[in-house]
């Protein structure tokens, strides 16, 4: 999933704010997953919230892989990266200056999706787990 923003300094610029700061200049494409993995799992069940703590693995976020222009960040993925300890997941992130000749003041990410994360927590993050509970009546078919 890709998100285009600009950034805060491009916003003051353009409405032409001097000295003001919002203290939200470093906001990061981690900070957007995080959100993410949020409204997940806020999103699920109760009990599918109760299995993913207590038997999932879970989604580890690393710092965003930053981009110093649009070719390096159209040819480069989002990471998602699966193992034993979790899903391992890192954004790419774009953020140009207000002073860039080509599109000043963008900041742009390539996130993990709200539902991607909501799969994870559901199903994958449960796969290498052996199924709780009495199994008998599977053994028996």
Request: with cysteine.
């Amino acid at each position: 999933m890709v998100i285009k923003f600009q950034s805060y300094d491009a916003i003051h610029h353009f409405l032409n704010v001097q000295g003001h700061s919002t203290n939200r200049g470093n906001a990061t494409c981690r900070q957007l997953n995080e959100l993410a993995i949020s409204v997940a799992f806020n999103s699920s069940t109760p009990a599918a919230q109760r299995r993913y703590k207590t038997s999932g693995r879970p989604i580890l976020l690393a710092d965003d892989k930053n981009m110093h222009n649009g070719i390096s960040f159209d040819t480069t993925s989002l990471t998602l990266n699966e193992q034993d300890d979790g899903l391992h997941v890192q954004s790419v992130a774009m953020k140009l200056s207000t002073d860039s000749p080509l599109f000043p003041g963008v900041f742009d990410c390539k996130l993990l999706s709200p539902y991607r994360a909501m799969e994870w927590m559901n199903v994958d993050s449960l796969r290498a787990k052996k199924p709780a509970g009495d199994l008998t009546l599977w053994t028996q078919m």
